[in-house]
């Protein structure tokens, strides 16, 4: 596959916390236009790639390419600026705020109109009737809608989504994923880290697996849930709903 095919690539990505190797030498690459899960046991370093990825923080060694432009230890902003969007696993929306006005804080360098581009937003996620409301008296759910709606104002050409579907009732998380899929075939690329193996498997076009800081499989879905070192790897965390390690 040709460099111009990848939308995001990292090489050797390296982060370290004393001597924690959180992310140890990641070279993973993503497509355009697909949809890549990352999975793992927890402090597998899932969250980690995500905040080296996208400048949280600083690596300690390896380097992210984005959309053909070399960004490692670009700042947050400006990063998800150029079009690399992400949320957290933790919401942490404006409480004080509405949701039209959490929307309308993002900065965006795009030449669109923000007021416009948020009401489509809201209507696309169907929550034109709550975008007065506090973000305050959102339930978690739709907490996870608002930050999808903040990083889409970005207008992004990748969005990591870290646990989308987690503490989220399961009719809500069936609008998310849908609302992935849409935007997926309208163009936009996604990370997504679930730790719901039927989300993973619903949506994702490839897993990567993360293991202690490394990525140790790739494959589709049911390829990498054959693999005997990400079964080793998922022993002794919980079960699967079929008794399965994944
Ligand atoms: P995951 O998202 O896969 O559950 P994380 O990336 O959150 O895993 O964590 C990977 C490892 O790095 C864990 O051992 C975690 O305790 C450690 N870690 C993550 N962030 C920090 C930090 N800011 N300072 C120190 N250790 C951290
Ligand atoms: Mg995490």
Do not use: C
């Amino acid at each position: 596959m040709s460099d111009s095919d990848i939308i995001l690539r990292t090489e050797e990505l390296t982060k370290t916390f004393g001597a924690l190797r959180a992310n140890d030498g990641i070279s993973l690459s993503v497509p355009r236009g697909e949809i890549r899960g990352i999975i793992g046991p927890n402090g597998s370093g899932k969250t980690t790639f995500f905040n080296t990825v996208t400048g949280f923080y600083q690596p300690d060694g390896g380097s992210v390419t984005f959309d053909g432009t070399d960004i490692t230890g670009w700042k947050p902003h400006k990063i998800a600026r150029r079009g690399l969007g992400r949320t957290f696993q933790i919401v942490s929306p404006f409480e004080n705020m509405t949701v039209r006005q959490n929307m309308l804080a993002v900065q965006t360098t795009a030449d669109f109109d923000k007021r416009a581009r948020a009401d489509e937003i809201l209507s696309f996620l169907d929550i034109d009737h709550v975008a007065e409301n506090q973000a305050s008296g959102m339930s978690g759910g739709q907490q996870k809608l608002l930050e999808l709606a903040r990083v889409l104002m970005l207008d992004p050409k990748v969005i990591m989504l870290d646990e989308p579907a987690a503490g989220v009732n399961p009719a809500l998380q069936e609008r998310i994923m849908d609302h992935i899929r849409d935007l997926n075939e309208e163009g936009t690329s996604f990370v997504v880290v679930e730790h719901d193996m039927s989300v993973i498997r619903s949506i994702v076009d490839t897993v990567s697996v993360f293991d202690q800081g490394a990525l140790i499989a790739e494959g589709t879905f049911d390829e990498v849930r054959q693999d005997k070192q990400v079964r080793q790897a998922y022993l002794g965390t919980t079960a699967d709903d079929e008794g399965l390690p994944i």
